[in-house]
């Protein structure tokens, strides 16, 4: 039965629809391929087991009922997933992949997870991540690396390292992430999977643990770009707990997916294929627009030039909300809790035991950020408005733009990188952030078994069209083969 | 601008080790640097955003988490209160 794990969610459908394969059969061999490359991937941090199975098994019966009444079943019902470890699962740990989170455990559930269980989708277990989604490369979780299944000497990119390693490992036929300024879309390039970033209020953060409440959003990390559109259909939508959510209700994005490109006005973002970029994704980068141009589309270079200051106000913003978010981890409600004196010595004793040194780092630059001295915050939220005008204007004449994900190939685990390199990371990343626009990230060539990821960024909602345009680019360059 | 540790770890709540100073400095002062760049980026203050964000939701009453289920995290609780040390002494004065 392990064979399944390697179809596509449209495939395991047809499967349980027509009784070839259970869910618990179906859960089992995941789980089973979960033992088998754990010991070389360790994209996970809990393994629910017992869960996943009762799960599926509900799965079973409530398919069994559907049927026999002729009722539609929902779409992922009896599929299992996995889920970042920022995301509240009632029962189960959630750390954040933090010494300070170590023995929590949610009493509810996110948003996110109540439609995926109402959906009828087992979950088997939740993934590593840098600690707080601080990081690019899973190396600052705090209690283990996750290594890339395409060759476990590189990094799996981060922050949402876990879950993008355990979709190329067949661990799960999909995974959640979360998005600050890349950490879905930059895993997904280095493991060769599809990421997509929604517009910011497309999805609830209800139960996100928050890293930049402006700027980070839930998206799914899949195989193809027809799976990730099923998944985000599943999980988009207002939510009364998250009033930044957005009201226009979330249409089908499957129904317009095979609606081609022709006619498609796409900008190749020139300030995104500079120097900054290795030569061999900016050569990559520039052929996806010949390949989509065959098929139908029209290709120009454009102009964003906002594109380095978006990097700065970035940085700048999401430290002082970072600071902000991580202020009520001070050992009193929940968390870690230190040995102290007085009630000070409880908070920065919980804190300094807590929390790791990148993240006590970002902290204390967000707490210097928004301080009296710096007058830097109000500066950082113009920039972040100059960046959403540069946009704003380009989709006057564009209805989509395409650049890289990341301007490098996956490095090796353990490589120091230097500051600027870091800081360059999330370059192409981070304008779609700041402007709070979709972007999906997928996977548009292969070097030497290494993946080389492509971005393309939509005005607000227009998450559709990025997954016609990113499924028309699989058909033609055959780099996807149809379901299998 | 000056970089003022002390008073950023004690707003943090954060002590810096020794042997983390000089490595809190320079990232400190990267930042700065982040911060004078954008010092010369252009004004946008009128520009509206491209996404506009819904009004709040009406104000109704709603079935709240468990009290219980809320404090099984706490790391210490006395009838049914989060417990903390006591920020005065027990003879009544301030501490």
Known sequence: MTYVIRFSIPALRRLLLAGQVSSSELTKAYIENIRKTEPQVSAFLTVCEERALQDAEKADRRLAMLQAEGKPVPSLLGIPMAVKDNICTKGIATTCASRMLEHFTPPYDATVIQKLSQNGSPLLGKLNMDEFGIGVSTENSAFFSTKNPLDVTLVPGGSSGGSAAAVAAAQAPFALGSDTGGSIRQPAAFCGVVGINPTYGRVSRYGLAAYASSLDQIGPLTKTVAENALILEAIAGQDAKDVTTAQNKPFSYMTELDQGVKGVRIGLIAELLTGYVQESIRAN???????????????????????????????????????SNLARFDGVRFGRRASHDTLESLYKNSRNE??????????????MILSSDCNAYAKALSVKKAVQSDFAKLFQDYDA???????????????????????TMDLCTVPASLAGLPALSMPCAWEQGLPCGMQLIGPAFSEGLLYRIGRAFERESGLVKEDA | MQINLEKITALSMLTVLPEEKDA??????????????LQKAKENEKLKPCV?????????????????AMLANAPAVKDGCFLVSPIWDTEGGSA
């Open chain 1, 285 to 323: 980068v520039v052929s996806v627009g010949k390949v989509l141009e065959k098929a139908g589309a029209k290709l120009e270079f454009v102009s964003l030039p906002s594109v380095e200051d978006a990097l700065a106000a970035y940085t700048l913003l999401s430290c002082a909300e970072l600071a």
């Open chain 1, 354 to 367: 807590g929390l790791g040194t990148h993240v006590k780092q970002r902290i204390l630059a967000g707490t």
């Open chain 1, 401 to 423: 733009l395409l650049c890289p994900v990341v301007p490098r190939m996956p490095f090796p685990l353990g490589t120091k990188l230097s500051e600027q390199e870091i800081y």
């Open chain 2, 24 to 37: 809190i400095k320079y990232a400190l002062k990267s930042i700065v640097k982040k911060a004078d760049q």
């Open chain 2, 52 to 68: 506009s964000l819904e009004a709040l939701r009406p104000d109704k009453p709603a079935a709240s988490i468990d009290r219980k």
